[in-house]
């Protein structure tokens, strides 16, 4: 490839970096805020009165979305205490600075869970009141709080309910700790406001616990973050069963069979907050969605590392196992150079064939 295309790719990895990132630390604000809700910090155990779910689909009672199209909402985390107060919060880790369209969507999606909601986990699927929550990077929450404070009234909308706005980020101190501070607003259930008012440390080692084995959430996640998470989480142990797997070497390869309906339900089931909602399973959509799996199988397919079987109509799977110093490196740089491949092609022309020369045969 020509020095210009490296270039482009070394720009997509970054990129891409950043996307893996992105994805990471809204885990880790889901989980995080809502730890401090659903734990006890003087028994030191988690709370009987509180449940959690993420991505739960809970649907207007009246028609009063502000998207027309929008039959249901489904925020990035809900809270509820003692079966009567909830909390619904949205996570954008990065608020736009001067994208006023892309802030007033985000606004509207806020404005979108400030009404009565059915599909609440309780047997009635209603809840006496709930306030609302944007949580978003510490390096952007002044401009939420800008947009919110100029911008927002612009649009003529009000909150009826509580709103308030957090700030998350990680503190590399001699333990590391994730913290949350509020800079608009307080929520005020079960205490927690004037906590967050002065800012909350969270210990890693919660996320350690928790995000082990929570790495999805009802958001596509970038290509190679799925890819990664289908090599090592479920093809990994099914290659390991095979006795040739530990005398495996480099570029040597293991042909493991999958169906997508398998890696849905192993990565739902075993990595995304599939455990939050055990209780509660109903209005809960699956993840990863199946359109994901199959993308990145395509994805996986293009690379040259699996191929579909025969007869399968794309439903089954080869995936030619092998060992990467760095999973999540190969396929971030995998899917940038196909990338560039893809945009470097020259465009033809109807009814025009490239000429054929010495130096192509």
């Not at 706005?165 to 608009?184: A, D, H, M, R, S």
């Not at 970038?222 to 090599?231: F, K, R, S, T, V």
């Not at 470097?344 to 109807?350: G, R, V």
């Amino acid at each position: 490839m020509s020095q210009q295309s490296n270039e482009r790719i070394a720009q997509r990895v970054k990129e891409t970096k950043i996307a893996l990132n992105d994805y990471d630390e809204t885990i880790h604000a889901i989980i995080g805020f809502v730890h401090l809700y659903f734990f006890n910090d003087e028994t030191q155990q988690p709370r009987s009165d509180v449940k959690r779910f993420q991505g739960r689909r809970l649907t207007p009672l009246t028609t009063t979305t502000q998207s027309e199209k929008q039959a249901y909402v489904s925020p990035d985390l809900g809270i509820v205490i003692q079966d009567a107060r909830g909390i619904l919060g949205e996570v954008k880790k990065n608020f736009p600075k001067e994208d006023m369209e892309r802030g007033n969507k985000i606004f509207v999606q806020l404005k979108n869970y400030d009404q009565n909601l059915i599909g609440w986990p309780m047997a009635n699927q209603q809840i006496q009141s709930h306030e609302i929550v944007l949580l978003t990077h510490i390096t952007t929450s002044a401009y939420a709080k800008e947009f919110y404070e100029k911008r927002f009234p612009e649009t003529g909308l009000v909150f009826k309910r509580p709103f308030s706005i957090v700030e998350f980020g990680n503190v590399p101190q001699v333990q590391e700790f994730f913290f949350l501070k509020t800079i608009l607003g307080e929520p005020t259930v079960i205490g927690r406001g004037e906590k967050l008012k002065y800012g909350v440390s969270v210990p890693m080692r919660v996320f350690l616990r928790e995000y082990a084995r929570t790495k999805l959430y009802d958001a596509e996640p970038p290509l190679p973050y799925l890819a990664e998470l289908i090599w090592m989480h479920v093809c990994t142990p099914i290659a390991f069963e095979n006795p040739k797997f530990e005398h495996l070497r480099k570029k040597q390869k293991l042909e493991v069979s999958l169906t997508i309906e398998d890696i849905v339900e192993r990565l739902d089931e075993g990595f995304s907050f599939h455990s939050w909602h055990s209780q509660h399973p109903d209005h809960q959509p699956q993840v990863p969605r199946t359109k994901w799996v199959r993308q990145a199988c395509q994805f996986l397919i293009a690379s040259g590392e699996a191929e579909w079987i025969e007869g399968s109509e794309e439903t089954q799977l080869v995936i030619f196992y092998q060992r990467y110093d760095d999973v999540t490196e190969h396929f971030v740089l995998s899917h940038a150079t196909l990338e560039e491949e893809k945009t470097s092609k020259p465009m033809m022309l109807p009814g025009f064939e490239p000429t054929e020369t010495a130096d192509s045969r």
